[in-house]
């Protein structure tokens, strides 16, 4: 997998962020966790599906300077730069579009490198918010989304990885709030996302999408397959995953058993099946490809064994028993 890709590079929000905040919640909150929004000290699915890749993801921190590879930031719009203010400070917080502007601004794009794109999760709870403007909401995030997919693009990126929306109709905060907000939940996140992917195609990228919101489906369908006891639920006790570690479960192993962590983030062991999925996708095309080489494989060493046992037999030296079995079936001509 190491000679697939050179490097990753990452852009998004809170699903991606490698601990952006980390410096304020172990610093000044004096909190001895990851300060990722999961179940820490987990790591969030970029950790895991760099290093599948034979590769690094290192978090860009606030207050320092962006020397890393993950510039994704927890709460990030698709293309509204904000402020948070959670931590009694304002602190910038750039969108999707602007962490992609602002690499791009100072770094020369690797075409042997793979780049995530993934945002529009906080757009669409800015949509839920204000179901006034919800259509216009989504459709300036989905452009911005793409806006930056196609800046990648014309920079001279080749492998653009795109994750879309999970459906957040089926996040314990949707279920909190009633079927009606589920449905309109599950509604807005299709919208984003056949929006996003309609227009990232249209630029002529070469965009490699991810179904996170079929995935999210198929395991609320049938959790128990995927090793899950709890859908439904937070992990944490805590009100945002940023703050919570092991300490903070609601049950022993919480972070394996449960989906969420919080409302709306996976859970240690979630994020990790979203990194073995992405894995599989950006290296099956090469791992197929190896498949005919391998049949080959196969075949020669056969031959070479049937011929090993055919010169045995016409060998005057060894003179062995001619003995001769063969297994098959004659109407499908396979012995």
């Not at 990790?272 to 992405?278: L, P, R, V, W």
């Not at 075949?299 to 037999?313: D, F, K, P, Y």
Request: glycine content about 10%; aromatic content about 8%; some cysteine.
């Amino acid at each position: 997998h190491a000679e697939l890709y050179s490097s990753v590079t990452f852009f998004g929000d809170s699903l991606t962020d490698g601990g952006y905040f980390s410096p304020i919640t172990q610093g000044t909150l004096g909190l001895n966790e990851s300060g990722q929004f999961t179940t820490n000290p987990d790591n969030v699915w970029a950790t895991s599906f760099a290093e599948q890749l034979g590769t690094t993801s290192v978090a860009n921190t606030v207050g320092n300077p962006q020397t890393g590879n993950n510039y994704a930031i927890g709460g990030a719009r698709a293309g509204v730069d904000i402020v948070n203010d959670d931590f009694g400070v304002n602190i910038p917080v750039a969108s999707v579009n602007t962490q992609v502007n602002g690499y791009l601004a100072t770094k020369k794009v690797d075409p042997n490198s793979m780049y995530v794109v993934w945002g529009g999760a906080n757009d669409l709870l800015a949509a839920a918010a204000n179901p006034d403007n919800a259509l216009t909401t989504i459709s300036s995030a989905a452009g911005s989304q793409v806006a930056a997919i196609k800046a990648l693009k014309d920079n001279g990126a080749n492998y653009i990885l795109v994750p879309n929306i999970p459906d957040i109709g089926l996040t314990p905060t949707a279920i909190a709030a009633g079927t009606g907000f589920q449905s309109s939940g599950t509604m807005l996140a299709n919208l984003y996302n056949q929006t996003m992917y309609s227009g990232a195609v249209a630029t002529g990228a070469n965009i490699i999408p991810l179904d996170t919101f079929s995935l999210l489906q198929q395991v609320a369908a049938n959790p128990n397959a995927y090793g899950f006891t709890n859908m439904t639920q937070a992990a944490c006790t805590t009100e945002s995953s940023l703050t919570c570690g092991s300490n903070n479960l609601v049950t022993p192993g919480a972070n394996d058993s449960y989906f969420f962590a919080d409302g709306i983030h996976p859970s240690g062991r979630a994020h990790q099946m979203i990194a073995d999925y992405a894995s599989a996708v950006v290296t099956a095309p090469s791992l197929i490809g190896v498949l005919p080489h391998i049949a080959t494989t196969a075949g020669l060493a056969t031959n070479e064994r049937l011929q090993s046992h055919i010169n045995q037999i016409q060998s005057t030296e060894q003179k062995p028993t001619r003995n001769l079995w063969a297994t098959g079936e004659f109407e499908n001509q396979d012995i």
